[in-house]
């Protein structure tokens, strides 16, 4: 299964070429418009099966697109709280569960500070999701840690002693 991730940073239907051309299976992409959105500014009818999305902006959501014999759905699990975390179950060739994930660590500001960023919270809540099948993880991350506060518990480098 090829599985591909991107952040487009939106208009997707004038940049659909280039994520065709890495002939993914699945490909979960980031600040991505609603599939209607797509189908309605597509030059061509490059969706196969209905895909999955989530978010409240209609113009800048998290989606996953199956291709080749692969179809997605959201899972029952989905818990709207954890906006940008979508468990997907893959079915195809090689059925899996899928957690897309588009983290947006820093969009709480500071009131991030003493919370867990939003990915490690939803592995928490799909922990039995993530276990039922094999399983991927996949996405924007938002990962660096370029972007570590000292003292912040969403931070990606533990700089403490270790044992």
């Not at 597509?42 to 996953?64: D, F």
């Not at 979508?86 to 500001?109: E, I, R, Y």
Request: overall charge positive.
């Amino acid at each position: 299964m090829r599985v591909v991730s991107w952040n487009c940073n939106m208009a997707l239907d004038r940049k659909v070429d280039a994520l065709l051309a890495l002939r993914p299976d699945i490909a979960i992409v980031c600040e991505c418009a609603e599939p209607e959105r797509l189908r309605l500014r597509s030059k061509s009818p490059w969706m196969q099966g209905e895909p999955v999305w989530i978010g409240r902006n209609p113009h800048k959501g998290l989606a996953v697109f199956a291709f080749n014999g692969y179809a997605v759905r959201l899972a029952d699990a989905y818990h709207p709280s954890l906006r940008y975390i979508a468990p997907v179950h893959v079915d195809g060739p090689t059925p899996c569960n899928l957690l897309a994930v588009w983290a947006q660590n820093a969009s709480a500001g500071g009131i991030r500070k003493h919370q867990l960023g939003p990915l490690r919270r939803g592995l928490t809540r799909y922990k039995s999701f993530l276990g039922e099948r094999p399983a991927v993880i996949a996405g924007d991350l938002n990962s660096n840690t370029i972007w570590d506060k000292p003292g912040w518990r969403i931070n990606h480098f533990d700089q403490g002693p270790h044992p």
